[in-house]
């Protein structure tokens, strides 16, 4: 269809029924189009492969204010709440995407797929990507081609949710990650999943030849303490030849970071360090602390900062922080849409 069209949906409560195949809220089909989506509730049925939306397509997509999930799946499925496989730049602000709970034998959950992902500049700030309970491995959020440039991923809750059977559980997913004009993870709250065994990653992050420019500063990280898994915070696999670590706080993980299977449990220099080791390939890592944040509900996915909070995360970003975290960002928004300043908190909430 001609790319001059726009399409837009706008409130709209939209349904689909169960199948023995595929199961889609909305499945795009209009090539090289422009689509707006606006305050709408969408959800799949059940069928071994579900998606809330699924659009391998659009030139160019904005999605503002939607709720979006899928069904449980039938036997061994994957389930999507929103896939966005198609090669270009997005803008999604202020939508919740639920991965679902998962059926008997589900092989995969993920809120939000980022797939074939290298168009131009890019955003997605203040969304809550929630994972639920099941089998099956749950991604939160997966990145699997991340070649793209200019990635501004700001201000996002990302919710690791529960596996009830034995195995590795991810909340954020960047793979084949190659050189590029930057990615920016800034100002996020990931939270690990509740595992009975195996390992979790609240952060893991594959490069391939090297990574130019990425950022993963000012977020809130934190394992699952009900989680009877090994939590590793951040896991790092590849060659990265710039980055920056600033300013994020690491808590209830048993590994603070896996750098290519070196551990780092402790600092250097407000750096992550096995004695003064190093931190990826060339860094800059400041200022990380391991704090323990209390959130307002946890077992409820409230992840606001409770105020018994320690003032390093609730005050920790200073005026230069923040001007970090609006040159990373273009704004200075939190989730909630409240305007970070100066000695206010890290993470997604200010």
């Not at 595992?195 to 990280?221: H, K, M, R």
């Not at 449990?265 to 407000?270: D, M, V, Y």
Request: charged fraction near 5%; proline fraction near 3%; glycine fraction near 12%.
């Amino acid at each position: 269809m001609s790319a001059s069209i726009t399409y837009n949906f706008t409130g709209n409560t939209i349904l689909s029924g169960d199948a023995t195949s595929q199961s889609a809220g909305i499945n795009v089909a209009f090539n090289n189009s422009t689509l707006t989506f606006t305050n709408n509730t969408i959800s799949s049925g059940t069928a071994p492969i579900t998606w809330g939306l699924n659009n391998a397509f659009s030139s160019g997509t904005t999605y503002t204010n939607n709720t979006i999930s899928v069904g449980s799946c039938a036997g061994a499925c994957a389930q999507i709440g929103l896939r966005h496989a198609a090669n270009s730049g997005l803008t999604m602000t202020g939508n919740t995407v639920n991965s679902g709970v998962a059926g008997v034998s589900s092989t995969s959950r993920t809120a939000l797929s980022l797939e074939n992902y290298s168009g131009g500049a890019s955003s997605v700030q203040r969304n809550t990507f929630l994972n639920q309970s099941g089998v099956g491995t749950p991604t939160a959020v997966d990145i699997p081609n991340a070649n793209s440039n200019q990635l501004k991923f700001c201000s996002n809750v990302l919710i690791g949710g529960a596996r009830t059977n034995a195995g590795n559980a991810i909340t954020l997913r960047m793979a084949q990650m190659n050189a590029g004009a930057g990615t920016k993870f800034n100002g996020n709250t990931i939270i690990g999943a509740s595992v009975t065994g195996g390992i979790v990653y609240p952060v893991n992050f594959i490069t391939n030849a090297g990574y130019t420019n990425f950022s993963l500063d000012q977020n809130i990280i934190a394992g699952n303490p009900v989680s009877s898994a090994s939590t590793t915070c951040i896991k790092e696999s590849g060659a990265v030849t710039y980055a920056t670590l600033a300013l994020n706080n690491l808590s209830d993980c048993s590994t603070l970071y896996d750098e290519n299977g070196i551990i780092r449990n402790s600092f250097c220099g407000g750096n992550f360090g096995n004695g003064c080791g190093s931190l990826l390939a060339n860094p800059t890592g400041l200022n990380n602390t391991i704090l323990s944040p209390t959130f307002v509900n946890f077992a409820g996915n409230d992840f606001h900062l409770d105020p018994a909070t320690p003032v390093g995360i609730t005050q920790g970003m200073t005026s230069g922080d923040l001007t970090v975290f609006n040159t990373a960002c273009g704004n200075s928004l939190d989730r909630d849409g409240n305007t970070r300043i100066a000695n206010s908190s890290i993470g997604a909430y200010k």
